[in-house]
C-alpha cells in the first residue's frame, strides 16, 4: 500500500475509533461522537449560528441540521431568531448540556492521552502543527470549491413541460434580486437554513448518465444569472450535449448576451413582471430599475436564439391598463405567456388573487393585437 493510502486509512482509522471511544463513554447520555463537536462548538461560542458552524468544520448543512434537531429533541441546545434577520437561527446551550460539557473535556483529554502515550512534548507540538497544517489546507481548497459551485437547491429530474418539446430535467439555483410578491419560490429567495444546497457533483453524474436520454437542461430559480458559477456549470451541460432553457427575470442582459453569444444557452423564457410603471410593485423592491430588464427584452427580440415573455397575473397587481401597456412595450415579440396566478403557503405575499378565466382571454385577446403568438397557462 502507497503511503498516501496510508495517510487516508490512518486518518479514517483515527475517526472511527474515536468515534467508537465517546459513544462508549457517553453511553448513559443521549448525545452520540458525532454530534460532540457542535455541541463544544455551540457551547463554547453560544449564539453562533448554523451557518457560522457550517463553516467553522466545513459541515454540510444536512449533517448541521440532523444533529442539531436531535440535540433539540434531546434538551442539550436551544435554537432562537435572531433579532437582526429572522431567517437565521442562533444556537445556545442548555443547562443539561453544560452540566455533560466537563464530562466531554474530560473523555476529549483521556483519549488524547491514550493517542500520544510514548510520544514526548516536542513531538506532540510536531504533530499537532502538522495536522494543523494540513487541515488547513484542506479546509481552503474545499472553500474554494464552493466557490466554484452552483448553488443548486432543488432539481426535477423528468419534466415534459418546462422545456418546449424537450424531454428535460430542470435545476432550481438559490437567490434572487427581487421579491415579487406572487413569488412561489420563497425558499430560493430568502434562503432560510432549511434550504439544503445540492452537490454539483451529484447533479452532474446524474446528468451525464441520463445524456443519451434527456434532451435538454432548464436552469430556473431564483434568479441563476446571479451566478458567476453559471457559465462553467453550462459549459459541463453542453459537454454531455445538452440543449439549455435559461429562466431569467430579465435583470441581467449583459450576462446573458455573454452567455448566449457563446453558445451556452439555447432558448431563453424571461418572466415579464407588469408593465413598466408598475415594474417596482411587482417584482417587490423599491426603486428597482427596469433599464436592464428593458435591454433584455430588446435584445431577446433580436431573435439570436429562440424566447419566450411570460407573465404571472395578479389581479393586485394587472388590469386592462397595464396589458395594454405591455402590448406595446412588447410589439413584435414572437411568444407570450400569461400564467395565472395560483396560491399557496409558499408565496412571500398571502393574500392574492388570481383572474377568471373569461378575464385571462380578454387580455389575451388584447395582446394578440401586438404578439404574435399569445398562450395561457394555469387555467383548469
Ligand atoms: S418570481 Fe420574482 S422573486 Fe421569485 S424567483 Fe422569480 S424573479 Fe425572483
Redesign the pocket.
Known sequence: MDKNNYFLINISLLHRCGQKYYDKLLSDTNINASQVPFLILIYENEGISMQELAARGCFDKGTITKSIQKLEENGYVQSVPSFTDKRIRNLYTSEKAKNIIPQIYMIRKQWWERLTAGLDTSQQEQFSFLLNEISEKARTYNEADEKQSLPIFGIQKLTLLDYPSKMASTLFCGG?N???P??H?KG??FLDETMQKLDNDDILSFLRKRKNILEGVCIS???PLLHDTLEPFLRILKSFGYSIKLDT?GSFPERLKDLIEKGLVDYVAM?IKNCISRYEET??VSDFDVTPVKESVSYLMEHRIPYEFRTTLVKEFHDEKAIREIGKWLKGADHYYLQNFKNSSSV?QSGLHSFEPDELYAFKKILEETIQQVDIRGID
Open positions: 434572487c427581487m421579491r415579487c406572487f413569488c419560490n430560493l429567495v430559480g431564483g434568479e427575470n418572466d417584482c417587490g412571500i
